[in-house]
T-cell receptor, first 110, second 114 residues
Framework: GQQLNQSPQSMFIQEGEDVSMNCTSS?????WLWYKQDPGEGPVLLIA?????ELTSNGRLTAQFGITRKDSFLNISASIPSDVGIYFC??????????FGKGTRLSVIA | EPEVTQTPSHQVTQMGQEVILRCVPI?????FYWYRQILGQKVEFLVS????????KSEIFDDQFSVERPDGSNFTLKIRSTKLEDSAMYFC????????????FGDGTRLSIL
């Protein structure tokens, strides 16, 4: 089946720093999604990407759909304490079900 | 903003018992999904549902699992005879479209099997 590799597994950063995380897939995807999950809650959609090369922003968050269609990254600029959480990439190719990465746990030190 | 709602938030059940997890998807959505997340692990797809039938299911979704849309608003996941390894967070999600619209998740039901 389709596999997603998400890195890094965890990050500890100072408040105000920029953050970057990425996902690579074993096969071509036609949709990339980035979700954030807070403890005890469901994943909340941050950014959706549908075209190779697409670069989309949502406030301080920016994500890109890689031109090879096998990767995507998420950047967070000027991190703040409420950015703490687990960030998941998810993708799908063709009519296959959504596949999730293992997540990046972000900790922000004030 | 419309939300996917799930009940109960926490269910504790004896091994071997049946359990039903309930979801109310966003009202104008047509595609419904169940996912599972074992503690500390990634979210895993279980099943998708459209037009009153299962459209896709994963290897996890075996004969012990079933889904139903008993009325115009609820979407349920039933586990017939629970096992210890069924303990997990179960998330319901819905989307307007199968491929191009993102899926919106509920806050999940934590299922604990004793």
């Amino acid at each position: 089946g389709q596999q997603l590799n998400q890195s890094p597994q965890s990050m500890f950063i100072q408040e105000g720093e920029d953050v970057s995380m990425n996902c690579t897939s074993s096969s071509i995807f036609n949709t990339w999604l980035w979700y954030k999950q807070d403890p005890g809650e469901g994943p909340v959609l941050l950014i959706a990407l549908y075209k190779a090369g697409e670069l989309t922003s949502n406030g301080r968050l920016t994500a890109q759909f890689g031109i090879t269609r096998k990767d995507s990254f998420l950047n967070i600029s000027a991190s703040i304490p409420s950015d703490v959480g687990i960030y998941f990439c998810a993708g799908r190719g063709g009519n296959t079900p959504l596949v999730f990465g293992k997540g990046t746990r972000l900790s922000v030190i004030a | 903003e419309p939300e996917v709602t799930q009940t109960p938030s926490h269910q504790v059940t004896q091994m071997g018992q049946e359990v039903i997890l309930r979801c109310v998807p966003i009202s104008n959505h047509l595609y419904f999904y169940w996912y599972r997340q074992i503690l500390g692990q990634k979210v895993e797809f279980l099943v998708s549902f459209y037009n009153n039938e299962i459209s896709e299911k994963s290897e996890i979704f075996d004969d012990q699992f079933s889904v139903e849309r008993p009325d115009g608003s609820n979407f349920t996941l039933k586990i017939r005879s629970t096992k210890l390894e069924d303990s997990a967070m179960y998330f319901c999600a819905s989307s307007q479209d199968r491929g191009w619209q993102p899926q919106h998740f509920g806050d999940g039901t934590r299922l604990s099997i004793l």
